[in-house]
């Protein structure tokens, strides 16, 4: 099952992303085509219970599915939309229609759902919303006055987008102010049990780990196959110690990272345990900086011309380590997280990965 997934898909990549695709995404266009077949594919719905219209995959395929779509580059919120749709079956909503993003995607952001006997409100700002409004919907997770939480399907048409702008990858980032939306309540949900203190943090950063796991074996495969390829004073930069010492340590680097990512599957759903997801956030990050370093390092100045694809990985890599909390947030967080247990307990916080997942 998980090999004809992953064959399918990237055959479908392959089949409808080039240059020029990637081009006009980066000019700020919207790739229908692509987006119409992955919706003809069923990959949106790739984490969705096939008791509710999806193909309910495994968290090791459906993170194998999110690395392939950054490695291709993919240039759509499908990793957003794939975890969207999840959370909201999973608190008992039907599937959404077309393409879904996540806020808020930063821990100081709040938004609050008030209601009373005309109906219920929103009120705040998210930052950074990735395709904040490219995307049809927004899954919102907002907090009442008494704290309790619920997610929340929002039409991007209702809201008002502050601040537009774009990551280093070209990506649209979006504030999205949500003052004033008034939702039916078909569009309110109580947030499922595995949303907990940390809210959608959790899961947007696992995201962006598989993401920059897929992210970094493309850059590899580019500085593996260019220095086999380019030969100098008679011979194949791949035969130089120092080329190869480069390669080495991009390898080791990538190796970590691919096993910090890993562990994020052992759990039932991909971001339950923040635990692992902070420290994969902090190791895939500090990974995809050394390997984008090296793989440029390699590549030499062929590496930062437009013509090479190299830089359509890399500029992801730059963007994802900073999104959904960068490595001190989560360093912080895995601090505060083993010293709460105190010494007597950290073997079992290391053991017992249940016992944290949606820890504060």
Known sequence: MSAIVLEQADRLFAQHIDK????????????????SAVEDAGLPLALVPEMNGGAGLAPDVAANLIRRCAFHSVPLP????????ALWAYAGGEVIAGAVTLAPVNPQDRITLTSNATGSTLQGIARHVAWGKQAPSVLV??????????????PSGKTRSNKTRRNVAYEP???VDFGGVRLAASDILPAPACLGADGLMPFGAAIRVQ????????CMEYALSYSNERVQFGRPIA???AIQHMLAIAAGQFAAASAAGDAL?????LGDDTLAVAIAKSR??????????????????????????LHYATRRLWSWRDEWGAEPWWQEKTGRMICQQGGEGFWSLLVDRPAVAGAA
């Open 20 to 35: 020029k695709v990637l081009s006009a995404a980066d000019a700020g266009q919207w790739p229908d085509a692509l987006w």
């Open 173 to 175: 980032r979006e504030d």
């Open 141 to 154: 997770l907002a907090r009442d006055a008494n704290g309790k939480a619920f997610l929340c399907r929002v």
């Open 284 to 309: 895939c990050g500090e990974s995809a900086g050394q390997v984008a370093a090296l793989c440029h390092q390699v590549h030499g100045a062929m590496g930062f011309t437009q013509e090479h694809p």
């Open 211 to 218: 993401q920059m796991i897929g992210g970094m074996e493309r």
């Open 78 to 85: 499908l990793a957003e939309t794939m975890i969207a749709n």
């Open 239 to 241: 035969k130089f110690q």
């Open 265 to 269: 599957t052992e759990s039932p759903r």
